[in-house]
């Protein structure tokens, strides 16, 4: 079974800190996502990572940077946490060339910025 | 247009009943096709996906694509509560690799 874990299930956090949202997969997917959801919004994509080292920006990266040092690990930054970053962030991971080509998500991480 | 559009809901079915949920998606280009289940306030899960024209079942869920109409739809045989969730059609975006194209989620209630 593919296995996407994030850091924390739960983080509050002050504006203006700078908040590290942590995502690991154990299913050597090439590809890795980051996504907030909110409602009434659905699912948005923030950025989204091909290969180690690789970042492409989503549909709302403003206020978000990513790192992808080793292949299982895909880091979403907030570098200055604004309230209205308070949101649900899912990360997923998904296969190249393997099918099913669809995308596995974590748990997701509940992030409250006061 | 959006690129994927689910009806919002909510459904709501009696227990038992089938439940039917539609999904429309603009890009011809087009692979694959999911459905993920959403409960309240976990993270979306896959039930099913299917690539081919026709119906695919999966026990009591039955996913059908029509490629020439840009329709997919889930129908849920036997409805049960546990099956109240809010349910996702998310379509691949032609030679971008994985990204999915999300819709917007139908919610569906089952009435016991």
């Known amino acids: 079974d593919v296995k996407v874990t994030q850091s924390s299930r739960y983080l509050v956090k002050r504006t203006g800190e700078k908040v590290f949202l942590e995502c690991v997969q154990d299913?050597?997917?090439?590809?890795m996502f980051w996504y907030r959801q909110d409602p009434g919004l659905g699912l948005r994509l923030i950025y989204f990572?091909?290969?180690?080292?690789?970042?492409e920006k989503g549909d709302i990266p403003e206020g978000y940077s990513v790192s992808r040092e080793k292949k299982e690990r895909f880091s979403l930054i907030l570098e200055s946490a604004s309230t209205n970053q308070t949101s649900m962030y899912l990360c997923?991971?998904?296969?190249?060339?393997?099918?099913?080509?669809?995308?596995?998500f974590g748990p997701g991480t509940r992030l409250t910025v006061l | 247009q959006k690129e994927v559009e689910q009806n919002s809901g909510p459904l709501s079915v009696p227990e038992g009943a089938i439940a039917s949920l539609n999904c429309t998606y603009s890009?011809?280009?087009?692979?694959?096709f999911f459905w993920y289940r959403q409960y309240s306030g976990k993270s979306p899960e896959l039930i099913m996906f299917?690539?081919?024209?026709g119906d695919k079942e999966d026990g009591r869920f039955t996913a059908q694509l029509n490629k020439a109409s840009q329709y997919v739809s889930l129908l849920i045989r036997d409805s049960q509560p546990s099956d109240s969730a809010t349910y996702l059609c998310?379509?691949?975006?032609?030679?971008?690799?994985?990204?999915?194209?999300f819709g917007q989620g139908t919610e569906l209630s089952v009435k016991p």
């Open positions: 299913m050597d997917h090439e590809n």
């Open positions: 990572s091909y290969d180690v080292k690789m970042k």
């Open positions: 997923a991971s998904s296969p190249t060339g393997r099918f099913p080509d669809t995308q596995y």
């Open positions: 890009d011809r280009g087009s692979q694959s």
């Open positions: 998310a379509v691949n975006k032609y030679n971008q690799g994985g990204k999915l194209i």
């Open positions: 299917i690539y081919s024209n």
